[in-house]
């Protein structure tokens, strides 16, 4: 009887383990957390640059998240365009302190842009924190994700120069191709 009793003690402190070392699920925090759900599970995306600035160019992409520790998605995503072939690797999460959702993007073109943002109703709005060269110029980036359905959404790029008049560079849509909740996907960033 005691080695029953020693064994089950010893597989409820295995089974708390987790939580002892830190793990912990989306269930385990803030509904802003909660609020990342959407984004979970793979995309397939398409993407437009501006043909009234750029002309015709167009990207399609995809990719790939995971939960980390419940708190965060990391994304892994590529894109193929005109100009290459674009890989990303994205954390996002929501800072309790700041009292906003933050976007860490790492590029294989060698670029790191952090973005801040918040949503409202079914708007997501990033904006970076700090400015970029995109064509020669050093601009703040603007990142809006529009929630059409829990399968789909579309998202827009703007840039400006001063941070407040903006030009949009850029359109795109997303489509969810599965919902895997717990090694979903987010949209790729900008």
């Known amino acids: 009887m005691r080695r029953m009793t020693l064994w089950i003690a010893a ?14 699920s989306f269930a385990d925090h803030g509904a802003e957390v909660q609020r990342l759900r959407y984004f979970l599970g793979n995309w397939q995306t398409e993407r437009a640059l501006n043909p009234e600035r750029y002309g015709v160019s167009k ?20 894109e193929d365009n005109p100009l290459g072939h674009r890989r990303q690797l994205s954390i996002v999460g929501y800072d309790p302190v ?24 079914k708007n997501w709005t990033w904006m970076s924190l700090d400015r970029a060269e995109v064509n020669k110029k050093w601009v703040y980036t603007r990142y809006i ?18 941070g407040k008049e903006w030009t949009n560079v850029a359109g795109g849509k997303a489509t969810k191709l599965s919902d895997d909740r717990d090694s979903g996907t987010v949209n790729p960033g900008p």
């Open 145 to 162: 994700v529009t929630e059409i359905s829990p399968t789909s959404c579309s998202s827009r790029i703007d840039v400006s120069e001063d």
């Open 98 to 121: 700041q009292k906003a959702f933050v976007w860490n993007v790492f590029g294989s073109n060698g670029k790191h842009e952090t973005l801040h943002g918040k949503v409202e109703g």
């Open 11 to 24: 597989l409820c402190l295995l089974m708390s383990a987790g939580k002892a070392f830190g793990q912990s």
């Open 59 to 78: 990207g399609n992409g995809t990719s790939h998240g995971e939960v980390l520790g419940g708190a965060f998605i990391v994304v892994t995503s590529e």
